[in-house]
């Protein structure tokens, strides 16, 4: 894994490449309930992004709704040992300062505990939502079935044995970034 890190990914290029979905590195069953849920949600995306899940009845799946793209992305919040939402910072050239903040994020790659995160902004009519508090965005996504998330530009590395909790949001179709 490595530091943190700012910049454009690509759909293809997360994730356990080269390997066959539910793999995760051998870190499922790693006894952190938050690790084990963000390692199923990269295999999903994964195998939204891939053959390798291309036949077979019991296949996990993304997406629910059949009139929307195919989902290739389960966002999520996570929150820290206080219970406090974990956020962090994207650049918006919308806001004021050209900063913003937001709770949401989609996993880029897993290594053992070890996961990129990508931060994810909400937004309405095309227009990214960049309100004071990061929470009213996260409002706007989860009662405004016409809101959408959007990929940006900033990946964090984070250690998911220091996440206590995971809310699991509405998939999503993201386009690649």
């Known amino acids: 894994m490595g530091s943190s890190h700012s910049g454009s990914g690509s759909c293809t290029g997360s994730g356990s ?6 793999s995760c590195n051998g870190s499922c069953g790693s006894g952190s309930c938050v690790c084990d849920v963000v390692c199923f949600i990269n295999d999903l995306q994964d195998c939204a992004n891939s053959s390798c899940c291309s036949n077979g009845c019991d296949l996990p799946f993304l997406g629910a709704n059949p009139s929307l793209p195919i989902a290739n992305t389960r966002p ?15 650049s918006n050239t919308g806001a004021t300062t050209g900063l913003a903040r937001s709770f949401i994020f989609r996993v880029e790659s897993i290594d053992g505990c070890c996961a990129v995160l990508r931060v994810l902004a909400v937004a309405l009519n095309g227009t990214v939502q960049n309100p004071s508090e990061p929470g009213t965005a996260l409002g706007v996504f989860l009662n405004n079935p016409a809101s959408t998330l959007v990929g940006t530009n900033t990946c964090i590395t984070v250690d998911l044995c220091c996440f206590c909790g995971i809310q699991c949001l509405r998939d999503v179709a993201l386009p690649c970034m």
């Open 17 to 22: 490449k080269g390997k066959s979905c539910h």
């Open 76 to 90: 999520f919040t996570l929150l820290n040992k206080n219970g406090c939402p974990f956020e962090a910072f994207f």
